[in-house]
């Protein structure tokens, strides 16, 4: 059983569209991070939320952390092809254990 | 721009032999994870060093053991490998914690 539970599995629009990518648990989390990962690599913090409530821009990507701090999406305005990953989002319960959601296949069509 | 560098990135073993999977960083970070990734899973940690002279237990530590060599050097070794241990292996590396993570690329392990 995942502790993040991470929706939908698989996400695929035309270039141009809007996307959200969910991230949930029953869990409280001291903070909670978004990866991207591509094909041969390893993943690559996007960013951390920490504080309840919590708004982060990152270019076209949003990123809100759940008042309760145990939910948090990820939004993408406009995608684009480059935006064409797995994202992955990470709880922090202590300080060295990051428990990770399954990931959400994003591809983005030219 | 070396930062984390995992070696093999590729590797077939049979069941029952035995391999090392060999991880170093160049930013002289504290803390060190090994993490396996398998489809639909997500990333599990493995063992983490918390730092140079420590090891502890992740989520699914049966079937591995770690070195921390020194405080650059992270290795994870399978003693008698296992099908269940087909998987994408990643090092990683943290400053310390709750720093930001640094993976690798990933080590490619089948077992067959």
């Known amino acids: 059983t995942q502790l993040l539970e991470q929706s939908p599995q698989f996400l695929s629009i035309q270039e141009g569209e809007n996307l959200t990518v969910y991230c949930n648990s029953s869990?409280?989390?001291?903070?909670l991070q978004w990866y991207r990962q591509e094909p041969g690599e390893g993943p690559v913090l996007l960013v951390t939320?920490?504080?309840?409530?919590e708004v982060k821009k990152l270019k076209r990507l949003t990123f809100q952390f759940g008042d309760a701090r145990k939910d948090s999406s990820l939004h993408i305005t406009a995608a684009q092809p480059g935006d064409t990953g797995l994202y992955l989002c990470?709880?922090?319960?202590?300080?060295?254990?990051?428990?990770f959601g399954a990931g959400t296949t994003v591809t983005v069509r030219a | 721009n070396a930062g984390v560098t995992q070696t093999p990135k590729f590797q077939v073993l049979k069941t029952g032999q035995s391999m090392t999977l060999q991880c170093a960083q160049d930013m002289n970070h504290n803390s060190m994870y090994w993490y396996r990734q398998d489809p639909g899973m997500g990333l599990r940690l493995i063992y983490y060093s918390a730092s140079e002279g420590t090891t502890d237990k992740g989520e699914v530590p049966n079937g591995y053991n770690v070195s921390r060599l020194n405080k650059r050097e992270f290795s994870l070794r399978l003693e008698s490998a296992a099908p269940s241990q087909t998987s994408v292996y990643f090092c990683?590396?943290?400053?310390?914690?709750?720093?930001?993570?640094?993976f690798g690329e990933g080590s490619w392990l089948t077992v067959v």
């Open positions: 939320v920490v504080t309840g409530g």
């Open positions: 990683a590396s943290s400053p310390g914690a709750p720093g930001t993570i640094y």
């Open positions: 869990s409280v989390f001291s903070s």
């Open positions: 990470a709880g922090r319960s202590n300080d060295y254990k990051l428990s």
